[in-house]
C-alpha cells in the first residue's frame, strides 16, 4: 500500500488528505467446496494482486462518512464497502471522527478483481492509523470477514497467498516472479451471488457432494514448481457455468489463446477473462488485437505485484 499526503485547504479538514491505492486481485486457483454451517462455502483459492488499482483519498470532514467518486456506476450509500468498513470501525473503538473518503475508480465492478474488497480493506487499514486505534491487521482482517470473504486477504497486503475456509485462512505463497496478465472486462458485471446459485444449482442436478480434501498436498507440489509447470494447477470451478451463461466470455478465451497466452482463466465468479503471459511483448500485441475484437470492454496489460 503506498501513500501519497499532501495539505488540504478546507475549513472541515482536521488531517492531511491522503491518497492511498487500492490493489485488484486474480484468482490463479479457485476450488469451491461444501456449504457451511453460516450459509457461505467452504474455499481453496490461489490469490494474486495486480498492478491494477483504485485511488482512495481521505479527508477529516465534520459531517460524518461521506463517500464520492468518479464513477457515476458507484453506490454512495450505505450499501458501499467502504461505507460499511468505516461505519464499523466508528461503532468498534466508539470514535465520533467524521471522514470524506474518495474513489478514483479503476477497477470495473462486478469483474472478479476483488476491487469492493481492497477498497473496504484499504479503508480498515487507513482509518486504524488516522485514528491511532492500534489495531493489529488479524483484527482489522476478523472484522472484514464480516464485509465480504477477500477482505481478509487485502487486509494482509501479500503479493500472493493461499486462501482457504470462507476466507479467514491464509498463507503467503511465492509465485513465478514475472508475470503478465492481459485482462478482458466485457463490460458488464457477474454478481457474486448469482454465481454461487448456480454453482448450487449445478450440484443438486447432478446429485454431487463435495467435500473438502487434504489441501497440503497440493501446496506443496505447486510451491516446488518453477516456471511454466505451474500453469497445469491453475484451474477456476465457476468457470465452465459462467462461461455456459455467458457464451461472450469463451469467445474472449479463444481469442486469449490465439493470441498466443499461456494460460487462460475466469478470475472468481467473473466476468474478467485473463491470459497469463511469460513475454510482455506478447501480451501487449494481445491487448492491441483484443480492444479491436471488444472495443467496448475493459482491456489491460498488468503485472503481479
Same mark, same amino acid.
Not at 116 to 136: F, Q, R
Not at 174 to 191: A, E, K
Not at 197 to 225: G, M, Y
Not at 257 to 274: C, D, H, P, Y
Given at each position: 500500500m503506498?501513500?501519497?499526503?499532501?495539505?488540504?485547504?478546507?475549513?472541515?479538514?482536521n488531517i492531511?488528505?491522503?491518497m492511498v491505492?487500492?490493489?485488484?486481485?486474480?484468482n490463479l486457483? =479457485?476450488r469451491?467446496?461444501n456449504?457451511?454451517?453460516?450459509g457461505?462455502?467452504n474455499l481453496? #483459492?490461489?490469490f494474486?494482486r495486480i498492478?491494477?488499482?483504485d485511488?482512495?483519498?481521505f479527508?477529516?470532514?465534520k459531517g460524518?462518512?461521506v463517500?464520492? #467518486?468518479d464513477?457515476?456506476h @458507484?453506490?454512495?450509500?450505505?450499501?458501499?464497502?467502504?461505507?460499511?468498513?468505516a461505519?464499523l470501525?466508528?461503532k468498534k473503538?466508539?470514535?465520533?471522527?467524521?471522514?470524506?473518503i474518495i474513489?478514483?475508480?479503476n477497477?470495473? @465492478?462486478g469483474?472478479?478483481?476483488?476491487?469492493g474488497?481492497?477498497?473496504a *480493506?484499504v479503508t480498515?487499514l487507513?482509518?486504524?492509523?488516522l485514528?491511532?486505534?492500534?489495531?493489529?491487521?488479524d483484527?482489522?482482517?476478523? =472484522?472484514?470477514?464480516?464485509l465480504?470473504s477477500?477482505?481478509?486477504?487485502?487486509?494482509?497486503?501479500?503479493?500472493s497467498?493461499?486462501?482457504t475456509?470462507r476466507g479467514?485462512?491464509?498463507?503467503?505463497?511465492? @509465485?513465478?516472479?514475472d508475470l503478465?496478465f492481459?485482462l478482458?472486462?466485457p463490460?458488464?458485471?457477474?454478481q457474486?451471488?448469482?454465481?454461487?446459485?448456480l454453482?448450487?444449482? #449445478? $450440484?443438486?442436478e447432478?446429485?454431487?457432494e463435495?467435500?473438502?480434501?487434504?489441501n497440503?498436498?497440493t501446496i506443496?507440489?505447486?510451491?516446488?514448481?518453477k516456471?511454466?509447470?505451474f500453469?497445469?494447477?491453475?484451474?477456476?470451478d465457476f468457470e465452465a457455468?459462467?462461461?455456459n451463461?455467458?457464451?461472450?466470455l469463451?469467445?474472449?478465451?479463444k481469442h =486469449?489463446?490465439? $493470441?498466443k497466452? !499461456?494460460?487462460?482463466?475466469?478470475s472468481?465468479s467473473?466476468?474478467?477473462?485473463f491470459?497469463?503471459?511469460?513475454?510482455e511483448?506478447? *501480451?501487449?500485441d494481445? !491487448?492491441?488485437?483484443?480492444?479491436i475484437?471488444?472495443?467496448?470492454?475493459?482491456?489491460?496489460?498488468?503485472?503481479?505485484?
Amino acid at each position: 500500500m503506498f501513500l501519497f499526503p499532501f495539505p488540504l485547504e478546507s475549513e472541515n479538514c482536521n488531517i492531511s488528505s491522503i491518497m492511498v491505492k487500492s490493489y485488484a486481485k486474480l484468482n490463479l486457483i =479457485l476450488r469451491i467446496f461444501n456449504i457451511r454451517a453460516d450459509g457461505y462455502h467452504n474455499l481453496f #483459492s490461489l490469490f494474486q494482486r495486480i498492478d491494477l488499482w483504485d485511488g482512495l483519498t481521505f479527508e477529516g470532514h465534520k459531517g460524518g462518512i461521506v463517500i464520492d #467518486s468518479d464513477s457515476p456506476h @458507484l453506490p454512495l450509500d450505505r450499501t458501499n464497502l467502504i461505507y460499511r468498513a468505516a461505519e464499523l470501525l466508528k461503532k468498534k473503538s466508539n470514535k465520533n471522527n467524521g471522514l470524506k473518503i474518495i474513489i478514483q475508480k479503476n477497477i470495473p @465492478l462486478g469483474a472478479g478483481l476483488g476491487g469492493g474488497s481492497s477498497n473496504a *480493506a484499504v479503508t480498515l487499514l487507513e482509518i486504524n492509523k488516522l485514528w491511532g486505534l492500534g489495531y493489529s491487521v488479524d483484527d482489522l482482517a476478523g =472484522l472484514g470477514m464480516l464485509l465480504g470473504s477477500d477482505v481478509p486477504f487485502f487486509c494482509h497486503q501479500l503479493s500472493s497467498a493461499w486462501v482457504t475456509g470462507r476466507g479467514e485462512n491464509i498463507r503467503p505463497a511465492s @509465485l513465478y516472479s514475472d508475470l503478465w496478465f492481459v485482462l478482458v472486462y466485457p463490460g458488464f458485471p457477474i454478481q457474486t451471488r448469482e454465481a454461487y446459485s448456480l454453482w448450487d444449482r #449445478s $450440484q443438486i442436478e447432478n446429485k454431487k457432494e463435495l467435500t473438502i480434501n487434504d489441501n497440503n498436498n497440493t501446496i506443496s507440489s505447486f510451491e516446488t514448481l518453477k516456471g511454466r509447470a505451474f500453469l497445469d494447477l491453475l484451474e477456476n470451478d465457476f468457470e465452465a457455468l459462467i462461461f455456459n451463461e455467458f457464451p461472450v466470455l469463451k469467445k474472449i478465451k479463444k481469442h =486469449l489463446i490465439e $493470441q498466443k497466452a !499461456e494460460k487462460v482463466m475466469l478470475s472468481g465468479s467473473g466476468s474478467t477473462v485473463f491470459g497469463i503471459f511469460f513475454d510482455e511483448k506478447n *501480451a501487449r500485441d494481445a !491487448e492491441a488485437y483484443l480492444k479491436i475484437e471488444f472495443p467496448n470492454g475493459f482491456i489491460r496489460t498488468v503485472r503481479n505485484f
